[in-house]
């Protein structure tokens, strides 16, 4: 016997398949994140800044591309945390020997 044509049934498997492809989108997104960019700001001096802002990065990750920058080590200028504990941000100088 055949089942009837039931548009609720094709209506409540459209939104699983369109929720569950969402939710795929999202943790690829956690998991391979977008690392923000580190900018100089100030070439004579070679002043940096970064953000490391969101869910996926953390002020680790600030401070390791702080360190991929600066081979010979560097000195944090400032380092700026929101209230919310997402935003993060720091400023740093590359050492010279």
Do not use: W
Request: a positive charge.
């Amino acid at each position: 016997m055949h089942k009837p044509y039931n548009p609720f049934e094709i209506k409540i498997k459209t939104y699983i398949v369109l929720f569950l492809t969402a939710l795929n989108v999202s943790c690829t997104a956690l998991i391979n994140p977008q690392e923000q960019p580190v900018n100089l700001i100030d070439g004579r001096a070679k002043i940096y800044i970064t953000t490391c802002s969101g869910l996926a990065e953390t002020i680790g990750t600030c401070h390791d591309k702080a360190k991929k920058t600066c081979k010979e080590g560097y000195n944090l200028l400032n380092e700026v945390r929101d209230n919310s504990g997402v935003h993060r941000q720091i400023k740093f100088q590359c050492k010279e020997l």
